[in-house]
């Protein structure tokens, strides 16, 4: 396997080629900057076009009862830019806290291999495997303006469950669904590759390593909204 000969053919490489694409980030770690940057920059292209587009006054209407039950604390913040800040910081916080946290996930679930790799190697692998949200966040904007901007705000991120189920923020499952990731197999899928690529590991315990932390959170939180 070739790796990726420079930082624009990796992140082609993200879609085409994961393994060849793990190598060059191996060898040359500082290329992982450039899909952490481009992951903190995509939501405010999003969410600006979403808030040029959406008509201010029917949202607002909308929202309004729900946040007298869910967040009334809100209610006295809801315009446009306020609103506006919110979605983009809560996508930009969500993101680095996933990256985060998988990069310590997988340095330590990978501490048995004989290859051993940096805290700071699998923070940039961690960001090669959310880049997909990219896509999602160009699949959330073509929505949006094929709806002429007649999407809810907390419904319109196609990143996430809600982008297609559309639960309301009263709806007990709101949160849950908000916050799974709809690309989550490709999420599992670029992680399998990176430990593929990066350990000697077979491909069984690569593909738990990989689906383990997504599995085991999600699977919580669903058994608890069921329990509780």
Not at 27 to 46: A, C, D, E, N, Y
Not at 193 to 211: D, K, M, P
Request: hydrophobic share 55%; with cysteine; glycine share 6%.
């Amino acid at each position: 396997m070739t790796p990726s000969s420079n930082p624009l053919t990796m992140l082609v490489d993200i879609f085409r080629s994961p393994s060849a694409c793990f190598l060059a980030l191996h060898q040359r770690g500082m290329w992982g900057w450039q899909p952490f940057i481009v992951l903190l920059i995509s939501p405010f292209f999003f969410w600006g076009a979403y808030f040029d587009m959406v008509n201010f006054v029917w949202l607002k209407q909308a929202l309004l009862p729900q946040l007298e039950q869910v967040s009334p604390d809100r209610v006295a913040l809801l315009d446009a830019n306020t609103l506006m800040a919110t979605e983009i910081i809560l996508d930009i916080f969500g993101r680095f806290t996933t990256i985060a946290l998988l990069a310590f996930w997988f340095y330590f679930a990978t501490k048995p291999s004989q290859h051993l790799h940096g805290y700071w190697q699998w923070f940039a692998a961690s960001c090669v495997i959310i880049f997909p949200a990219v896509l999602g966040d160009l699949a959330s904007y073509v929505s949006a303006l094929l709806k002429h901007g007649q999407v809810m705000s907390y419904a319109a991120d196609l990143n996430s469950l809600n982008g297609l189920l559309k639960l309301p923020m009263t709806h007990h499952w709101f949160e849950f669904a908000n916050a799974l990731p709809l690309l989550l197999p490709w999420y599992i899928a670029l992680g399998y590759a990176a430990v593929g690529t990066w350990t000697e590991f077979e491909r069984g315990q690569a593909l738990v390593i990989s689906a383990l932390p997504w599995g085991g959170y999600f699977i919580a939180w669903a058994l608890y909204l069921l329990i509780f």
